[in-house]
């Protein structure tokens, strides 16, 4: 799935308008930060030696540097991220010294004391930020420092969402017989945005082999990823298999062998990738998770495994004999690493089981179980 999800194209986008992106081009800095030599606190500036009495001959302010270079035997104010006056190499904190008429006591002090150099931070010429890293407030700041405006991000992957069903109803409508509230589409979206895509459609498709096509040639035309969840099973009422082979699509794989999202599809025409998810609420999210979201974030230039880590099962867990079994689990740090342990019963229809789950938990498939403080893989959700 990964090798058919290229990276998109680039575009310029303004910092303030940067966080949650991923950036396209190498972030260098065009000069020194910091960018003189500054005063790490509120004091005088001197030139380093033993104790003296020296007169104050001016002041250096945030913003507003002293008038004139600093002489030996002489003294000048300064505040906490004032520049360093010319011919000075120490500061002493205004809390060491004694202030009268003029002049300042000052105990011995060493050259660098309490002196930020310039560069310290970041040198001139040097790639801070590299191409495919996640923007979040920190890069933000240190773009900011670095004087960017406005930087090259990988452009935003545009996610077509539709779910199939009779049986579905919009949130805030009273429910029919045998008719059950929509909770995919809005899982979905979320996950999409949370994982740095921008929702193109978002539709809501009857069980009819016509209009189930006439969606999809829709979610088609004006997405990267089309993302469909329900009729991709075998019963006489799943239409989307067929549908996107009416309209070019062609499969890659369908089926896998994981609890739960054993009929997850895959396929791509052109450069569309198309996912059809299962229609359980669980098993949806879940595979969003594993198989969509990977694919969205390579798509905008990231790593897609930044999610996957090690932790130590706390409970024992049954293995599935086929399938891997992925469990949604609560998530918890300790001295030794991660910690998971299943959040309640995990059927593929608890939608509940979501609540509190800090990262899925794969049991590989096999007989027995997997026993307490054993390894095991998890995704973190973030």
């Not at 004032?82 to 500061?91: F, K, L, R, S, T």
């Not at 300042?104 to 930020?116: D, F, I, M, Q, Y």
């Amino acid at each position: 799935m990964l090798a058919a999800a290229e990276p998109l194209d680039s575009e310029p986008v303004a910092l303030e308008h940067a966080l949650g992106r991923v950036l396209a081009e190498d972030a260098v800095s065009a000069g020194e930060i910091p960018p003189f030599d500054s005063s790490a606190m509120d004091g005088y500036a001197v030139v380093s030696g033993p104790a003296a009495e020296l007169p104050v001959v001016d002041e250096s302010r945030a913003g507003h540097p002293a008038t004139r270079a600093l002489r030996p035997g002489e003294a000048m104010g300064i505040s906490t991220g004032a520049q360093v006056p010319e011919g000075a190499d120490a500061v002493v904190p205004v809390e060491r010294v004694e202030v009268l008429d003029g002049t300042v006591t000052v105990p011995e002090s060493l050259a660098g004391a309490h002196v930020r150099r310039a560069g310290e931070d970041v040198r001139a010429g040097l790639v801070v930020i590299r191409t495919g890293s996640p923007i979040g407030p920190a890069e933000v700041a240190v773009l900011a420092a670095l004087g960017r405006a406005e930087v090259r991000c990988g452009r935003r992957p545009r996610v077509a969402l539709l779910v199939t069903g009779d049986e579905l109803v919009e949130p805030g409508r009273p429910l029919g017989p045998g008719q059950i509230r929509d909770s995919n589409l809005y899982s979905m979206a979320a996950q999409a945005e949370r994982a740095g895509a921008a929702t193109a459609l978002r539709e809501v498709v009857p069980d009819d082999p016509e209009l189930t096509r006439s969606a999809l040639r829709r979610a088609l035309e004006d997405a990267d990823v089309v993302c469909v969840s329900g009729g991709v099973s075998v019963g006489p009422h799943d239409h989307v298999k067929a549908a996107l082979a009416a309209l070019g699509v062609e499969e890659i794989f369908w089926k896998v062998a994981l609890k739960p999202g054993k009929p997850t599809w895959f396929g791509r025409r052109g450069s569309t990738l198309v996912f059809g998810l299962p229609g359980n609420p669980v098993s949806a999210m879940v595979t969003f998770h594993l198989f969509v979201r990977p694919a969205l974030r390579r798509l905008a230039g990231a790593d897609a495994g930044d999610t996957r880590s090690l932790a130590v099962l706390d409970v024992p867990v049954a293995r599935e004999a086929q399938r891997d079994q992925v469990v949604r689990c609560r998530l918890r740090a300790a001295e030794d690493g991660w910690h998971v342990e299943p959040t309640k019963e995990q059927g593929s229809h608890v939608l509940t089981s979501m609540l509190d789950a800090g990262a899925f938990a794969t049991i590989p498939a096999g007989d027995g179980r997997v026993e307490a403080g054993e390894h095991v893989d998890v995704e973190i959700l973030f």
